[in-house]
């Protein structure tokens, strides 16, 4: 009996040891053929090799080619250690869908980090392809919603919102986006910023030129109205830097994003200041901050609301009309492969030609100027609501106003 017992034990062990590495209903020369996929894709971004890296990956999904090469850019650009992926179980989920439990592990100064998620991989005229962070899919008209299991409902829910919204973009910018509008909804913070840039901070929505639109849905905690203000933010800048072909400034295309996202955020920078307690900066200052490298969430939110300050600032006095014809003069530039903080320092200089001539001001120094005179005026606004209260600082939002 106890050589049965024993004998029994080790067909468990053996068994439950299967079933961890090969799950069932997944045949061995599939499981080879994507554990060959995980290591492909680790041992790529260990030593840097982004053209074969691009080669095992979803050749159908452009969006995925154009956010995998940025990713491994960033990879590149700020190299990680010890990366590693394991594969921990895979399940089929149709003929030519699987998805696959990873653990991707890094480390950066020092720090270790471990995240579980699953991939997709498809099987495309009888090869396999790594095909990014899996999601279930809705389309409807013109958007598609890549949800996770748990957003099911909230991805239903919320889809004819976002028709809208794409729609008044359409009006609003007089451009038709050149590929359909793909929103990915990701539940885990970590996994989102793990999809984005390895060095980036943790973020709750994402957008860069060509790539979809990521966000951050917790179905306990985002309403559908939250989601609609960041899903706005983001559509803000896919239809702006469509429309300048990628060629928009960092600060102002932050700023155009931050101020079409609600319509109280539609305000003139007056208001806007009365609003919001932050320390005004210089367009030199705002234009030398490389936002992706901030990490002080002070600073982070500075950055946002100057970049938001001044173009209601260049709204006010200029007009509506003259961001669309910013943007089209922007577009006649030449285009630049790579992502909005590694072409940055072009985007700036197409601004300083292009933006004098739209406003018809002798050159950027002058914008610079009169931005730099409206802060004077209100800066004591500021001093006082820190020093003395809101009390003062209202008092003198009577008499300024009177
Ligand atoms: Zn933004």
Partial sequence: MRKLALLMLIVVLALSSCSLLKPEKVDQDVYR???????????????????????ILNPEDKELQIEQSNWMADVKQYPVDDYSLELLGIEQIDENSYKARLRQSYKRASEEYNLEYYNAYKLIHGNF???????????KENITIKYTTKNKKLAEDII??????????????????????????????????????????????????GESIKL??????????????????????????????????????EGLASYYETPDNRQGPGQLYKNMRVKLLTID?????ELEKLEDKQKIS????????????????????????LLEELSN????????SENDGYYREYLHKVLPEVL??????????????????????????????EYAASLLEVYCEV
């Fill in 33 to 55: 053929a994507i554990a060959d996929l995980v290591d492909a894709k680790a041992e790529f971004v260990s030593i840097g090799n982004m053209e074969e890296y691009l080669k």
């Fill in 129 to 139: 392809y790594d095909a990014g962070n899996y999601f279930e899919e809705l389309q």
């Fill in 160 to 209: 004819d919102d976002m028709n809208e919204l794409y729609d008044e973009n359409i009006k609003r910018w007089g451009i038709t986006p050149k590929r359909p509008v793909v929103i990915k909804m990701f539940e885990d913070i970590e996994e989102l910023r793990q999809s984005i840039k390895l060095s980036m901070w943790q973020c709750a929505g994402w957008y860069e030129y």
């Fill in 216 to 253: 951050l849905i917790n179905p306990s905690a985002n309403s559908p109205d939250k989601i609609g203000r960041v899903v706005s933010h983001e559509m803000t800048h896919l239809f702006t830097v469509e429309k300048s072909a990628g060629n928009l400034a960092y600060w102002l295309s």
């Fill in 285 to 289: 200052e705002i234009e030398a901050i």
């Fill in 302 to 325: 500075e950055y946002y609301t100057n970049a938001h300050l001044i173009t209601a600032f260049m709204i006010e006095k200029y007009g509506e009309d003259s961001i669309i014809k």
């Fill in 333 to 340: 530039y030449p285009s630049k492969v790579g992502t909005t």
């Fill in 360 to 389: 018809d001001i002798q050159d950027y120094e002058v914008f610079k100027e009169e931005w730099k005179r409206w802060e004077p005026s209100l800066a004591l606004f500021g001093w006082l609501r820190l020093c003395s209260g």
